[in-house]
């Protein structure tokens, strides 16, 4: 257990560093500045520029940049946002909570319903509750991300107003609100970003699980469970869900990344303040360095993400977690 | 074909049972009207090769056939008086791993992978005699115990993968015998297995037979294995029962070609069997099975009226059935030196 | 008037649909493993809505030039007919600047369609050389070429573009066909990998390598014909994705520029005021998950059919 941990650390190490040297490489790659707007604005002095320039290395060969880019990037320094006029860090800092937060309870939420709706799928197949189970997957399976933020925002913020359109609590009124009501509000908020970054994983969980549900299905220790006279309720949540399970846990490392982007967009339509919301505001204003380090991080956070899965993976198998046969 | 006299009544009767699978490829008919019974404390077997219908007649028994199979409407299976093909769900239930109990071939993918043996055996205690999960435990180490697992606690909390085919074979036992079942359906238990561990686990099927008084349906495509356990013997082609006789009426004097066919394919100590007496081609898709008679395609002795007609099963000795014309036609049957010669030249 | 002539050219559409349906269900009846395919496909009830809806759209967006009934790009009247919302003589409503937005809409269809058609032609191809190669060499090679892929997943493809457009701005349809090909190959890439390893050990290779068959030759004439159907079935779900993502990207502004009109930048144009003016979005949001959605179902049938899973008696 502890070499697959020690193995896969590894792993994910060289992964962020490939990551990183390709976020590295597109900004070499790329026409214009990194220093962007900035340099190209007229009216800095090119002294200014010439100290800029080289306060950040950028007069330096190419490699010695890389050398740079990457004794920088391990000790976590980001360098800095000229359009947030601070620390990348701490820019990130502000709102990698709060993207965390939607994407916790999307998560959770995703595959609590997703698990549910495939298992539900698997174990009537072909009846009614399938088929329309089948086909909500599909319609929200299809459907962008952010044209669901769109329609939620319009059904149940304008059309129906029950939950408020955009950010993370009420301005202004937010301050005088009691402790609870300051929870109440922030809940509110949460709502229709969260149910929306949910119905979307939660379809691509339930396909997958699904099709895991089915595979396991067919096994011959499911047919030994209904000899042994258990009810078809234990044999498949007991049974089957457990094996049907595993696979499951691998989606959440490649659930991640469509995660991330997920919150992209939902993000810019609802005005949460999280890292999507900063990236897209880090390209309007081309600022380089943000962005890379965004990317960095995504890749990092996914990296994270897999690892976690596989970790959680051996952990729930019991022929990973203990080794092969030691009694002939 | 009912087993004649006044004996005691059977344990189990099955009458014209017909499992069929409704695909794309067409009605797979895998159990066309298959009859037997079973005594009390009998050991009978099934004997034919793969796709003749043994596996899916054991778990038509069960009521474990899947979608697309279904149980043909006609069909009986009779078990302490009872039709068991017309209880509901619930109560098939209760029958199932308390009563009635199986064993499957593969020890290894019949235990699921995700819970420890004991968890897997207590189980079978907890849903049938409601046990509190202390003593449905304790009752799984007794079982491990009973099959010859040594140290039996300590195996209790081993999962399948840490074991050995021959003792995952045991603890499926195990599990199969914890309600004292009066009937044990064998299926292929000991084909997955060393020659060596084939014959310790017949011979820990026979002495727990004795201890709890089952009946036993072995299933096996092995007649070496019928001869050492079954005191009778069904013999399976094409979903259908070709010969009915007790196991030494079956060797001395076996009537149907396939029966005959598949005792010249047995391995003897001590004498090398020639390739020849293997029975040329396979088992037909349960979609298609010949018109007359479904072997004739495969005989040594087909003529022209198999080929037409399906013959019925003819009483050809004392409680000995056959379903073959050469009951009527005694005189085409060759002797079988000739034809081995014949069959080396074809 | 306009619908007279709107209700025409559907119906014209819909013969065309119609026609290309009868074509291909008579390549079903051929014989071979891809007419048996294609004839279980035909009998995919689903698959065959999905394959008419999609024929039609296709319909709609070549003959897009004669079906609208406006100039996509021309401001009607600024004054009187901005941000209208549907009437007969717009049945989508008007944007802000007064175009009409059905006209918008199947011009859309054109750009949307083709830039997702092209972007996964280039990255089905990237993929499956990738893919091939790797998996055909093996070793260390193989080692070395998936943790490159291991990576480039690992960043998520949303950012790897935002990324791109931060440094590049705003690019040409070209590029950005280019750009969304190019970031899609990898799990392509990977699922070609692991279908040539399986075709690797398979007799027929084997036999061919035995026979002292070249690299080249057994490459294309026994690994790619085995991992088709895998290819087909990952381009028709990519095709649904790249949709998806190329309306987000112009949702965001960094995707088809100003005025070509796409699905998703209408859906942009109509943003600012998503209460006021509910038909920018609505619409082309449906046309996207229409769309997407025949994809995917037309995806999952390929899949079944290319690849029947039997099912078990018990």
Known sequence: MRALVARRLLQAAVIVAIAATTAFLLVQLAPGDPLGDLIENPRVPPEVRERLRARWGLDRPMHEQYALYLRNLARGDLGWSFSQGRPVGEAIAAALPNTLLLMSVALIGAFVLGVAAGVIRAGRRGSVADRALGAGTLVFYSMPDFWLAIMAMLVFAYWIPVFPTSGMTTAVVYDYLSPLGKVIDRLRHLVLPATTLVLLLAAIIARYQRAAFLDVATQDFVRTARAKGLPERAVLWRHVLRNALLPVITLLGLALPMLVGGAVFIEQVFAWPGIGRLAVAAIAARDHSLVMAIVVMGSVLVTLGSLLADLLYAVADPRLRLHAPTHA | ?????????????????????????????????????????????????????????????????????????????????????????????????????????????????????????????????????????????????????????????????????????????????????????????????????????????????????????????????????????????????????SVSELFARPHHPYTEGLLAAMPTLGAARSRLAVIPGTVPAPTRWPAGCRFHDRCRYAWDRPEREHPPLYEVGAAHWSRCFLAEEPARRHPLTDLKAAGGGA | MTVVLWLVAIALAAAVAAAVGRVWARLGAGGGPWGTALSRLQRNAGGMVALRFLIFVASVAIFARWLAPFDPNVQLDIIALASRPPSLAHPFGTDIYSRDVLSRLVHGARISLAVALLAVLLSITVGTAYGAIAGYLGGRVDAVMMRVIDAMLSIPRILVLLAIFALWGRVSLGALVLILGLTGWFSTSRLVRAQVLQLKTEEMVVAARALGARHRRILWRHILPGVTSTVVVAATLGIGNVIILEAGLSFLGVGVQAPTASWGNIIADGSSNVAGMWWMSLFPGLAIVLTVMAFNIIGDALRDALDPREIQPA
């Open chain 2, 1 to 245: 074909m009912t087993t004649p006299g006044t004996g005691p009544r059977p344990l189990l009767t099955v009458r014209d049972l017909r499992t069929y699978f409704r695909t794309d490829a067409g009605v797979a008919r895998a159990v066309d009207g298959v009859s037997f019974e079973v005594m009390p404390r009998e050991t009978i077997g099934i004997v034919g090769e793969s796709g003749c219908g043994k596996s899916v007649t054991s778990l038509s028994i069960m009521r474990l056939i899947r979608p697309p199979g279904t149980i043909e409407p006609g069909s009986v299976v009779e078990f302490e008086g009872r039709n068991v093909l017309e209880l509901p769900e619930g109560e098939m239930r209760q029958i199932r791993g308390n009563r009635i109990a199986m064993i499957f071939q593969e020890p290894m993918t019949s235990l699921n992978p995700v819970f420890t043996v004991g968890e897997q055996i207590a189980e079978v205690a907890r849903v049938h005699a409601h046990a509190t999960r202390r003593d449905a435990r304790d009752r799984a180490v007794e079982m491990l115990q009973l099959t010859g697992i040594p140290a039996p606690a300590q195996r209790a909390r081993e999962y399948p993968h840490q074991l050995s085919g021959g003792m995952r074979q045991r603890v499926m036992i195990a599990m199969a015998l914890v309600m004292n079942p009066t009937l044990l359906i064998a299926d292929e238990p000991t084909t997955a297995l060393d020659v060596t561990i084939q014959a310790q686990i017949l011979e820990l099927l026979q002495q727990l037979q004795e201890r709890f008084a089952m009946s036993i349906i072995l299933i096996t495509h092995d007649l070496g294995v019928i001869a050492e356990m079954a005191q009778r013997v069904l013999v399976m082609y094409a979903g259908e029962i070709v010969e009915q006789a």
